[in-house]
């Protein structure tokens, strides 16, 4: 794999990278606006979304780069972390909110709603609400993930039902009775830890958090595919039953992985929503989760690095073509996909580290690396 | 059975316990018997060829003995373990390792973590999790790839094996299990007449100390194994004796060997 071929201080370099990158950008957003080097707000919220989605990206790299477990409902983890992180920000609001009421949220103020549902008790400390952002998502993932698992669904009905998972979730988030904002979702966010979250110090930290989060997350993802249990997890995406007949229980290595994977996600979601300053059941849309797998097949699948760059580059091309011509952003998305998947198999990552060890590699390998690029399982 | 006398490797007294014990094993698939009725015994320390037609269930077997189809009826005994009750991993565990009959290795792992990967080990997630590499494994899978031909190809992907080497590293594979029992599907297939007598030599040598059950289609492999063979047809067994005792049985002339 390429980050193995990365080495330690490469990795490390690799790591550094969204943490600088973050502490730059912030420091230099802070600069007074007529300083020539004044990074503006919109440049720091839009990094920060790209590099929560990096960090999504990067979970569904783990699962589906090194266990080939495709999951199309990633989107779903990180929505839930959102949701939780979202619902901590609502109580942080109090009395300053349209109806002043101190305890109860607007919406259910709108709704008539005479007290707080038992499910929002809690999340007005933070501690508890960091809790449930790993927690609610690393729920979901282990209970979906033992039943999948357990009966031994993969590839394509595994891919399919974790598509239905969260368009379920989508539809029940929409509905006003759930408690959690209905179609509107969760916003108008004042503070959070009590800084200010319009305050660009605020906007800056969270940047920095996201990339100092980031930068963690490959580290420990590193670590983890590169151990003796990585290569486990490697043996089980390309020999499933070779790795089972040799006594390794691949059910509990799946689920294992697909829950941190899932809590990954939660985080990811969770640095999302204050940064975007809004939560919604959009974010569980189906597509959102294709997105995701289409940004590691155009960074890389399996590489790590690749999932982290496809996020980035994809969404600020998505940032370009949306301001610029709305309407064509799905046919380009779904073109690359296509395009990556037919002459990058091993996406942009691969152009570059891949290219001398590919012609090194014989002819027969070489189709091996390529075939699998996009195999959902064996 | 009708099984004749013959000798056999490790040839074992009548009441000494058997180390598999199949017993009017049948599985069916949407009404197709691929096995029926299928009954064989192995002593500890026994080599057994079994030979039959493509779709005499051979394969069929083995994902029986190993816990990868259950059957609908009959019994699996492996000692006193009942084995149409444990799952792959378990069955893996009480020590009976298996070679697929299309050569399966890890092929984006080096052939020496191939067999790191094989080796006999806590294999919990959790274990596996904080496991480092100890010098006595790797001296264990250098010993292994050596008696499998492999060792100049140590660092290499196993992707980049040749059809005949990636059956010699599965091989290798399952005796990094340290096994008992081996049931090696088809390991000469697509083998050069070369390779096929290495592959005789090398099951030979890892049948003087565990037990063996090989199936093959070439027959000059199988005469030069030695061993008690088994002939199977249509899901059950027709025949069983040595190779010369079962290659003059007009059943196995007609349905197998005549042909
Ligand atoms: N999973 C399965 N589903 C349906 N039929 C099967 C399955 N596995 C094996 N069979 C059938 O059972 C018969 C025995 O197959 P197999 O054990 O592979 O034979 P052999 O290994 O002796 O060539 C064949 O006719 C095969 O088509
Ligand atoms: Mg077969």
Known sequence: MISARLGLYGSLLVAAVPLALTI????????????????????????????????????????????????????AFFALGGYAMGMYLMRQIGTR??????????????????????????????????????????????????????????GVYLSIITQALTFALMLAFFRNDM??????????????????????????GLLIATGAFL??????????????????L???????????????????????????????????????????????????EPANSIEAVIW????????????????????????????????????????LFIFVTLFMPRGIVGLFTGLRTWRSQPAKVRKQLTGRALEAGE | MNAAPVATIGGTPESMQPLLYLDGISVSF????????????????????????????????????????????????????????????????????RKFQKPTVFEMHSVFDNLLLALKADRRPSRVLFASTRAIERERADGILEMVRLTGMRGRMAGELSHGQKQWLEIGILLAQ????????????????????????????????????????????????AVKVTVLHEGSVLAEGSLEHVSNDPRVIEVYLGR
């Open chain 1, 179 to 204: 408690g959690f904002g209905g179609n509107n979702g969760l916003t108008d966010f004042k503070d959070l830890l009590g800084a200010n979250l319009q305050a660009g110090s605020t906007k800056a």
């Open chain 1, 97 to 154: 909110g349209v109806y002043g009421d101190p305890v109860l949220p607007d919406f259910m103020v709108f709704l008539n709603w005479q007290e707080l549902p038992w499910y929002w008790y809690g999340f007005d400390h933070f501690a508890f609400a960091a809790l449930m952002i790993v927690l609610v998502p690393g729920a979901l993932a282990f209970v979906f993930g033992y039943l999948a698992f357990r009966s031994r669904v993969s």
């Open chain 2, 30 to 97: 949407d009404g197709f018997k691929a096995l029926n009725g299928l009954s064989l015994v192995l002593d500890p320390g026994e080599m057994r060829a079994v030979i039959g037609p493509n779709g005499a269930g051979k394969t069929t077997m083995m994902d029986v003995i190993t816990g990868k189809t259950r059957p609908d009826s009959g019994k699996a005994m492996f000692r006193e373990a009942d084995l149409t009750q444990l799952d792959e991993a378990e069955i893996a565990a009480l020590g009976i390792g």
């Open chain 1, 215 to 232: 930068s963690f997350f490959f580290l420990v993802c590193r670590h983890l595919t590169q151990s003796r249990f990585g290569k486990v």
């Open chain 2, 178 to 225: 340290e096994p008992e029992l081996l049931l090696v599907d088809e390991p000469a297939a697509g083998m050069t007449d070369a390779e096929t007598e290495q592959t005789t030599e090398l099951l030979r040598r890892i049948n003087e100390t565990r037990s063996v059950i090989v199936v093959e289609h070439d027959m000059t492999f199988v005469r030069a194994l």
């Open chain 1, 296 to 335: 590691v097949a155009v960074g890389g699948r399996g590489t790590l690095v690749g999932s982290m760059v496809g996020a980035v580059i994809v969404n600020f091309a998505k940032t370009v073509l949306t301001g610029t011509f709305p309407e064509i952003w799905l046919f380009v998305l779904g073109g």
């Open chain 1, 234 to 284: 490697i043996a089980i995406r390309d020999a499933e039953s070779r790795t089972r007949f040799l006594g390794y229980r691949v059910e509990r290595y799946k689920l294992l992985v697909f829950t941190f994977s899932a809590m990954m996600a939660g985080i990811g979601g969770a640095l999302y929503v204050p940064q975007i300053g809004i939560i919604n059941p959009s974010e569980f």
């Open chain 1, 24 to 75: 730059a950008v912030g420091l230099l957003s802070l600069l007074p606006a007529d300083s020539a080097l004044h990074v503006p707000g919109y440049v720091v919220t839009l990094l920060g979304k790209y590099l929560a989605y990096a960090l999504l990206a990067l979970s569904v790299d783990l699962v589906w780069g090194y266990v080939g477990i495709l999951s199309l409902g990633h989107g």
